[in-house]
């Protein structure tokens, strides 16, 4: 095995750190904290496709309801029905744990969002988010990597992506620690045996770029190691963690909330390619936003205070299909439904331009229409929360003039 591919496998470093090596080194960067309080933003990716018509459910619409006989979520006061939130649009029952979010005003839904690209490729579509370039299949990077390039305050563990390797979000010159899913995410590895360690650090003792980023990666790993560690301590109390999202939300809250110089951090969660048997308000599709709306609040009440300086941006490839299909469950659309909670979140509303359901108002006969590019939404967040100027916001979506929303206090 070579050394660049133990390197991959040990996860000190993510894919996306070894891209630029021979051509970007990194210089020795501070541990220190320079803001105790610093502005967060933490991505949640749900692969698949998720039935925005589902999670937030247009009961004003007829034909919701006529092309949907099976899976439609009833309306507000009917059995099983959907929680009202403003009189045109209702919360799926199974989220109702997020209503006291949207009555303290931190969480908004930006209805009828998306890519201005018609592909329903999952493949395609999710890297053209991930990339933040619509359409262009050649970008290198992904648009949350550059936005690490801008950032001022840089450091080993600025950002943390949730999972086995590094997403396509965050590929580029910019380190990324990487955090294991579920209860082994602190699980020694062969790189923390002292022997194979002193081994190593030996061999990259000297300043040539290749070990300035070994020993960033290994100190972005040792900090992470020392949170994980105190923070199953105190969160354990005799009983294990939940499994899958909720647990790793929570794990992932309470490390950012221990420690101020994570400021970015990315999840990716599986399973909403509904094709069959999607279900309404009980069935597959709700039992899984059981679990995403479980693992939300874990993120609030897991950073504590700290969700009053944090951004979460729930976001999917695209939509799903007005119309159920033949099998109970919903084809790639195109028009979704993005989230927003977080203390600076102007919250308590469904944004967004709707343009109806009716056939002739639907993108090519069949799906909710895209009147509100998802770059949008995102540049908002960057601009309002993270105070990214607009020459910033240039590199970080260089393919698009962002609009600035007024989705933030």
Same mark, same amino acid.
């Given at each position: 095995?070579?050394?660049r591919q133990f390197l991959?496998?040990?996860?000190?470093?993510s894919?996306?750190?070894?891209v630029?090596?021979?051509t970007?080194?990194?210089a020795a960067r501070?541990?220190?904290a320079?803001?105790?309080?610093?502005?967060?933003?933490?991505v949640?990716?749900l692969?698949g496709?998720?039935?925005?018509?589902?999670v937030?459910?247009?009961?004003q619409?007829?034909?919701?309801?006529?092309?949907?006989?099976?899976i439609?979520?009833p309306?507000?006061?009917q059995p099983?029905?959907?929680?009202?939130?403003?009189g045109?649009?209702g919360?799926h029952p199974?989220?109702?744990?997020?209503?006291?979010?949207?009555q303290?005003?931190s969480l908004a839904?930006?209805h009828?969002s998306?890519s201005?690209?018609?592909?329903?490729?999952?493949?395609?579509?999710?890297?053209?988010?991930?990339?933040?370039?619509?359409g262009?299949k050649?970008t290198?990077?992904?648009?949350?990597?550059?936005l690490?390039g801008v950032?001022s305050?840089?450091?080993?563990?600025?950002?943390?992506s949730?999972g086995?390797?590094?997403?396509?979000?965050l +590929?580029? @010159?910019?380190?990324? *620690?990487?955090l294991?899913s579920g209860? !082994? $995410?602190?699980?020694?590895?062969?790189?923390d045996r002292p022997?194979i360690a002193t081994a190593f650090?030996r061999l990259?003792?000297s300043?040539?770029?290749?070990?300035?980023?070994y020993r960033?990666?290994r100190?972005?790993?040792t900090?992470?190691?020392?949170d994980?560690?105190?923070?199953t301590?105190?969160?354990?109390?005799?009983a294990?963690?939940?499994n899958?999202?909720p647990?790793?939300a929570q794990?992932?809250a309470?490390?950012?909330?221990?420690?101020?110089?994570?400021?970015v951090?990315?999840?990716a969660v599986?399973?909403w390619?509904?094709h069959?048997n999607?279900?309404g308000?009980q069935?597959?599709?709700a039992r899984n936003?059981?679990? +995403?709306g @479980?693992g939300?609040i *874990?993120?609030?009440t897991?950073?504590g !205070? $700290?969700?009053?300086?944090?951004?979460?941006?729930?976001?999917?490839e695209?939509g799903?299909?007005?119309?159920e299909?033949?099998?109970g469950g919903t084809?790639?659309?195109h028009?979704?439904?993005?989230?927003?909670l977080g203390?600076?979140?102007?919250?308590?509303?469904?944004?967004?331009?709707?343009?109806?359901?009716?056939?002739?108002?639907?993108?090519q006969?069949r799906d909710?229409?895209?009147?509100t590019?998802f770059?949008d939404?995102?540049?908002?967040v960057?601009?309002r929360?993270?105070?990214v100027d607009?020459?910033?916001l240039?590199?970080?979506?260089?393919t698009?003039?962002?609009?600035i929303l007024?989705?933030?206090t």
């Amino acid at each position: 095995m070579n050394r660049r591919q133990f390197l991959i496998q040990s996860s000190l470093f993510s894919t996306s750190s070894l891209v630029s090596i021979g051509t970007y080194g990194w210089a020795a960067r501070s541990l220190a904290a320079s803001n105790p309080h610093p502005q967060r933003l933490i991505v949640v990716f749900l692969r698949g496709a998720i039935d925005g018509l589902s999670v937030v459910v247009p009961y004003q619409e007829p034909t919701y309801y006529t092309d949907r006989p099976t899976i439609a979520i009833p309306r507000p006061g009917q059995p099983n029905g959907a929680v009202d939130l403003d009189g045109q649009f209702g919360l799926h029952p199974a989220l109702a744990t997020l209503l006291p979010l949207w009555q303290q005003k931190s969480l908004a839904f930006v209805h009828a969002s998306g890519s201005n690209d018609d592909t329903r490729s999952h493949f395609d579509a999710q890297d053209y988010l991930e990339s933040g370039t619509p359409g262009i299949k050649t970008t290198r990077d992904g648009w949350l990597n550059r936005l690490l390039g801008v950032m001022s305050d840089k450091n080993p563990i600025q950002a943390v992506s949730v999972g086995a390797i590094a997403p396509r979000i965050l +590929l580029g @010159k910019r380190a990324v *620690a990487n955090l294991a899913s579920g209860r !082994s $995410a602190g699980n020694r590895m062969q790189i923390d045996r002292p022997q194979i360690a002193t081994a190593f650090d030996r061999l990259y003792g000297s300043n040539d770029a290749l070990r300035r980023a070994y020993r960033e990666g290994r100190a972005a790993r040792t900090e992470l190691l020392k949170d994980l560690a105190a923070e199953t301590k105190m969160a354990n109390n005799g009983a294990t963690l939940p499994n899958g999202f909720p647990g790793d939300a929570q794990r992932l809250a309470r490390l950012m909330a221990r420690d101020p110089r994570i400021q970015v951090s990315f999840l990716a969660v599986g399973g909403w390619d509904t094709h069959i048997n999607q279900g309404g308000s009980q069935g597959q599709l709700a039992r899984n936003l059981e679990q +995403l709306g @479980k693992g939300l609040i *874990a993120l609030q009440t897991g950073l504590g !205070s $700290a969700y009053q300086n944090t951004t979460v941006v729930v976001m999917s490839e695209f939509g799903r299909t007005v119309k159920e299909n033949g099998n109970g469950g919903t084809d790639h659309g195109h028009g979704n439904v993005m989230w927003l909670l977080g203390g600076g979140i102007r919250g308590g509303k469904v944004y967004g331009k709707w343009a109806g359901l009716e056939p002739a108002q639907r993108y090519q006969g069949r799906d909710l229409a895209v009147t509100t590019d998802f770059r949008d939404v995102l540049a908002t967040v960057l601009t309002r929360q993270l105070a990214v100027d607009k020459t910033q916001l240039q590199q970080v979506f260089p393919t698009y003039a962002s609009q600035i929303l007024d989705l933030t206090t």
